[in-house]
Nanobody
Framework: QVQLVESGGGLVQPGGSLTLSCAASGSIFGINDMGWYRQAPGKQRELVAAITSGGSTNYADSVKGRFTISRDNAKNTVYLQMNSLKPEDTAVYYC???????????WGQGTQVTVSS
């Protein structure tokens, strides 16, 4: 019903920047939150950033001040601007869309972000 397609991942040097995007398509109804999780090898999934339909944001402490989440509701797209990247940011990043009041969650396919010199 809903498909999330991610793009923007890749290899970047420490201190560099990347911007991820996640475009949702399909039958999207109701109020929804969108955001990003990441999972590094050997580690649990971590919520990186979230944004509500109204634009309220939350960030993991580890990325505050470096990452910025935004969304374009008209395009059903969420973005994650990542600056001052660190090797610790290396992970597969998954975007999600959470439908409020319905308990539905949709996930992107994941995009690899590798921060390495």
């Amino acid at each position: 019903q809903v498909q999330l397609v991610e793009s923007g991942g890749g290899l970047v040097q420490p201190g560099g920047s990347l911007t991820l995007s996640c475009a949702a398509s399909g039958s999207i109804f109701g109020i929804n939150d969108m955001g990003w999780y990441r999972q590094a090898p050997g580690k649990q999934r971590e919520l990186v950033a979230a944004i509500t339909s109204g634009g309220s944001t939350n960030y993991a402490d580890s990325v505050k001040g470096r990452f910025t989440i935004s969304r374009d509701n008209a395009k059903n797209t969420v973005y994650l601007q990542m600056n001052s990247l660190k090797p610790e940011d290396t992970a597969v990043y998954y975007c999600y869309l959470h439908v409020l009041f319905g308990g539905y969650d949709y996930w992107g396919q994941g995009t690899q972000v590798t921060v390495s010199s």
